[in-house]
């Protein structure tokens, strides 16, 4: 055992995903050190426990995870219910992490700013496999301190880095203002209670997170007179946003594009489509968002519910292979890019496709899926599984597929014929797909065919 060998295996967060990276580890024989930037576990769940998930308990729970808490006396969920984040939180994540195993290997409240190699900066390569990672991380405080690792599992997510309401990928003009003001809300807040009632609202973003704030503010409509519902989309057409319905492999996921086109079709929320915002001006207690095209509307408050971007910045000194377009791992990206695929599901993968010129660094979670969505909790903690057994030197674990979800083939996309078979260094089809087909049977670039 080599020095580097004696240090831990450095966890970023500590949500499902990165307690689930620490159990694996700890039954591989090696030390994970979880760091989580918020004063609790699951701390970016917190912020959404209002929201029902799409995915069954049977999914949402990792295998080596369940066998920490089962000598505890933990009763599992059962496995055929739907949570909401709230219980994700209480009855999964706040018992594993106080099982004898992982409460002192987990730091809450430490956030994690930089992450490189001792004594190296991302031009030095002479040595830089030996040299252990070092995280800087800052405290409460405000005070920081160095933690060296053997390995870094990034599972931090994407939650604290949300795309902006502006087109071309920045915010619009005013968009600061408005937010700070309290007029542009985060992407799930609870409309219930946070001022949502008797108030006219504009929902921005066509994936299920927007469709769930539409379908909120609908509800809440209809017992507190005077709340309006706007939802806006930057696409022409609401069909990919409506999804795959009966097709869907998750119910819940097809339930609720439908009851959003009804909601639309029975004049329940008006719809703006081809709405890309330019500038927001703010105004006393609320609002105008203009678009591109001229149009604007005058609201009370806004919901930028417009996906999540990887926060990248921490590993500017590490040496990363991403994918161009969505931030994801080179061998991932193509397989996940939203541009070409909409079928929520991926070739089963792990450490090798996830694996960065950086060695023994890994990406896991939604933070490995950068820009696109569609990612599922069970193919997560596959991921980790598989990294666990990299670190561990057994690649044939490491490489092979342990997932049990249907096999759903692969499914249709609007990439050129056979290019998805070229994807992550395989040269053959790849039969074996993991997650829950949509339904849906192109990607954003077969929109402008869309009636």
């Not at 990928?169 to 937010?179: D, H, Q, T, V, Y």
């Not at 990439?415 to 192109?442: K, M, N, R, Y």
Request: glycine share 12%; aromatic share 4%.
């Amino acid at each position: 055992m080599t020095a580097q060998d004696s240090l831990p295996v450095a966890v970023i967060g500590a949500g499902p995903i990165g307690l689930a990276a620490a159990a694996h580890l700890l039954e591989r024989g090696l030390e994970p050190l979880v760091l989580e930037a918020g004063p609790a576990v699951g701390s970016a769940i917190r912020e959404w426990g209002h929201v029902r998930l799409f995915s069954t308990w049977r999914y949402n729970l990792d295998a080596a995870a369940v066998r920490l808490l089962e000598p505890t006396g933990w009763e599992a969920p059962r496995p055929t219910a739907l949570p909401y984040g709230a219980a994700i939180v209480t009855d999964y994540l706040e018992p594993l992490a106080a099982t004898p195993q992982l409460r002192n290997r987990i730091r809450t409240g430490t956030r994690v700013v930089a992450v490189t190699r001792q004594g190296l900066d991302k031009s030095r390569s002479v040595g830089r496999e030996q040299a252990p990672f070092l995280l800087r991380v800052r405290h409460p405080d405000g005070g920081t301190s160095d933690i060296l690792a053997r390995a870094v599992i990034d599972a931090s997510g994407t939650w604290a880095t949300p795309g902006p309401l502006g087109d071309s990928g920045l915010p619009a003009p005013g968009e600061g203002e408005a937010r700070a003001a309290g007029v542009i809300a985060g992407p799930l807040p609870e409309v219930s209670r946070d001022g949502f009632a008797g108030r006219r609202t504009l929902v921005v973003g066509a994936g299920h997170s927007a469709a769930n704030m539409v379908l909120d503010l609908v509800r809440l409509a209809r017992s507190n007179p005077g709340t309006e519902v706007i939802w806006a989309i930057r696409a022409a057409s609401p069909a990919r946003a409506y999804g795959g319905g009966d097709a869907d492999q998750l119910p819940a996921r097809g339930q609720l594009g439908a009851r959003l086109r009804a909601a639309v079709d029975d004049g329940a929320v008006r719809l703006l489509a081809g709405f890309q915002a330019s500038r927001v001006e703010s105004r006393a207690g609320g609002a105008t968002v203009h678009a591109v095209d001229g149009r604007n509307v005058e609201v009370d408050r806004v919901i930028a519910a417009t996906g999540f971007r990887p926060d990248l910045g921490i590993l500017s000194e590490l040496r990363l292979d991403l994918d161009p377009a969505v931030d994801a791992p080179r061998a991932l990206g193509p397989l996940i890019d939203p541009d070409f695929h909409s079928c929520g599901t991926v070739p089963a993968h792990g450490a090798r496709i996830l694996a960065h010129p950086e060695k023994d660094f890994y990406l896991a979670g939604m933070k490995s899926y950068g820009r696109a969505p569609t990612f599922l909790m069970a193919t997560g903690y596959e991921q980790v599984r598989s990294i666990a057994a990299a670190l561990a030197g057994d690649t044939a674990a490491a490489d092979a597929v342990e997932l049990e979800l249907p096999e759903t083939g692969v499914c249709s996309t609007n990439l050129p014929s056979g290019e998805e078979d070229s994807c992550c260094g395989v040269s053959e089809p790849v039969p074996v797909t993991i997650g829950f087909a949509t339904g849906l049977q192109h990607g954003r670039t077969a929109e402008a065919a869309m009636p």
